[in-house]
């Protein structure tokens, strides 16, 4: 047996007519930059986070850095996130102008570590991004209340959790502004790149609308800005999967209940953690190998047996070559546990589509490497 890592082709044949119902009205429309199709992906996005307003972008890095844009964050402030994450995030703040700062991340859950973000605040910071990492809400009710006592803006990189939810509270709830992608591989994905930002903030819309458009919304009529806009073609794809989006975060949950119930008996590995109260939509399924010694070989192990295991992050981003590239950064206190993630971590397949056979022979893989090779 073979074991892929993503699912897009099964995930496309199943919905087939739905998806090219919509690419057939794109083409026949004739619009296919910010067309009747993008409006109605943007109105249905906004309805689906239960807020007022989704602008379309081009990809989730930009609808990160066009919120700190428009949100007046750049060149002298500082953003508080942590280093455990993808890159993307660190990435944003750098092209916003904005100086990054590192905390360290829950040793649970892996997103940032509420506890850790009081100890970096300076009079420069402005702004945190929390990232629903591996699509398990951050602690959002005790950053926003860090937030409100610093007055600091909150920006949710929900890259990896659309239609997740934390202990009574939504994603979009306790934020200025929440950024998602929708590159190929995420919970709702399209067939290339693109992302969104969605708010309740009506200035802040207005203004990243008009910036991912050359700073304009009337033709002809320009203020700065940049071109990064969701393309209608991909609109029409994520309009028709964002119809299927439970039901797809509810298939992962169980592949996910059924891993962990064929792999708690491990001794090697450490299983994920849904905190009480929480919906995880697991975008990945991520174990930890109890020693840093054992992540590639396990991965290894299970490549060499036919199962596509990934790494999600393996170099945390203060440990990247070269970092900080001249931009501004800072290390704020220990991320032990963070460097700790990106040395352990292991993500074994995980999308919708996967069958009941697929994920047993990935528990027996695992079980098998457990008890022979973990440990060793
Ligand atoms: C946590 C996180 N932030 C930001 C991004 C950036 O999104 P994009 O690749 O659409 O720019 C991604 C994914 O790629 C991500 O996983």
Known sequence: MKVEFYGHVRQYHNIKAEIDRNIQTVLESGQYVMGPMLKKFEAELAAYHGLQFAVGTGNGTDSIWLALMGLGIGP????ITHPNTFFATAEAIWIAGATAVFVDCCPKTKCIDPEKIEAAITPKTKAIIPVH???QCADMPAIKKIADRHKLKIIEDNAQGIGARGAGFKIGELSDATS????????LGTFGDSGALVT??????ATVRKLRNHGSNARNVHSFGFNSRLD??????????LKHIDEYNDQRRKWSARYTAGLSGCKNIELPVELPGYHHVFHLYVVETRKSEWRDPMVDFLVKNNIDAKTHYSIAIHQQAGYPWG????????????????????????FPELTADEVDYVIAKVKEWD?????K
């Open 76 to 79: 002298g402030d500082e953003v």
């Open 133 to 135: 990492l591996y699509g």
């Open 180 to 187: 998602t992608s929708f590159i190929i591989q995420k919970n």
């Open 200 to 205: 309740n903030n009506a200035q802040l819309e």
């Open 232 to 241: 209608d073609l991909h609109a029409g794809i994520l309009s028709a999967k």
């Open 327 to 350: 931009k501004g950064a800072r290390i704020a206190g220990s991320v032990a546990n963070a460097e700790a993630n990106a040395a352990r971590c292991v993500s074994l397949p995980m």
């Open 371 to 375: 008890a022979q090779h973990g440990g």
